[in-house]
């Protein structure tokens, strides 16, 4: 008993050992960073001076904040995109899941965006959406379209953004529905179709259900990212846009911690707009627990 009991202290000092990196690495850089903002959102701080303690200030200040708020419903306007990327990612999981020539260059030439630099990525397209010379203007030219500059234009530069950050990300939305279709059982399939159902039907009552979960995470993480948007904006609308209308919140927040040296303001705005991504994925869990609860 003492040597077995020896073996299981043995395995506790190395199992706690493999997992003290991630620990410390939560505590020093996720939770330590995540407190000393919260104080800080509570604070006048430049970033480097003292400290000083001003209470709710920098939260009202924040409610009448016309920029603010431009930049929230920015955010909250760009979020379009979402259902836009899970439609159409769900139509090329369909397309591509058939035995057809040529799927797996398809497969690879869809995710090549995905995996591409994200800086790249907008250096590319804020010169295709250049007015004068971009390639998506010379495209439009060919049918007697005289396109606007893009992202000089308050009217189209978010559906501009939007375009782009599809593209971008339409590949892993796909991939993911592909191996959630490829999970299916063919059974299901042939049950149905001995049944006489058609292929709206197959899709309604045995496609789409099946591939619900996927359609969950990509919400999910899709609407966290979507409320995280940062690269895209201030690498094409460096400034945040014609009259600031592409600028999103994490923008602001950066603008006026880095640009303007206002760390407890921008502390503030990083509380309010985690508090947000929280509160909607509470709702979206809650939403998919009644959602499965009514299919049981």
């Known amino acids: 008993m003492k040597t077995k009991s020896n073996l299981y202290r043995k395995e506790s000092y190395y199992g706690y050992l493999f997992v003290l990196a991630p620990v410390l690495g939560f505590l020093l850089f996720t939770l330590y960073p995540l407190l000393y903002s919260l104080y800080g959102s509570f604070t006048d701080w430049d970033g480097l001076g003292r400290m000083d303690f001003i209470g709710l200030a920098n939260f009202k200040e924040i409610f009448m904040d016309e920029q603010f708020h431009k930049a929230s419903f920015n955010t909250l306007f760009m979020m379009i995109g979402i259902p836009i990327e899970i439609v159409l990612a769900l139509l090329l999981a369909l397309g591509l899941n058939r035995k057809m020539f040529g799927t797996t260059t398809f497969r690879v030439v869809y995710y090549i965006p995905v995996i591409s630099s994200l800086a790249a990525i907008s ?54 529905y592909l191996a959630a279709l490829q999970s299916v059982p063919k059974d299901y399939y042939e049950a149905a179709s001995l049944d006489g159902a058609n292929g709206f039907q197959i899709f309604k009552h045995i496609t789409f259900p099946m591939v619900k979960p996927v ?45 303007n040296l206002q760390m407890g303001y921008a502390s503030a705005m990083a509380m309010l707009l985690g508090i947000f991504i929280f509160v909607v994925t509470l709702v979206q869990f809650k939403m998919n627990e009644r959602s499965s609860r009514d299919l049981e």
Not at 156 to 169: D, E, H, R, S
Not at 227 to 237: L, V, Y
Not at 243 to 251: K, N, P, T
Request: glycine residues 10%.
């Open 215 to 259: 359609t969950f995470f990509i919400v999910v993480t899709k609407i966290i990212g979507g409320a995280q948007i940062f690269t895209e904006i201030n690498i094409m609308t460096s400034t945040g846009g014609p009259e600031y209308s592409s600028a999103s919140v994490v923008f602001y927040v950066w603008q006026k911690a880095f640009g």
């Open 123 to 176: 250096i590319l397209w804020q010169w295709a959406y250049n007015g004068d010379y971009g390639l998506v203007n010379q495209f439009l030219a060919l049918f007697g379209i005289e396109g606007p500059n893009w992202l000089t234009d308050k009217y189209t530069v978010k559906p501009a953004l939007i375009i782009m950050m599809v593209w971008k990300n339409l590949g892993y939305s796909m991939l993911l």
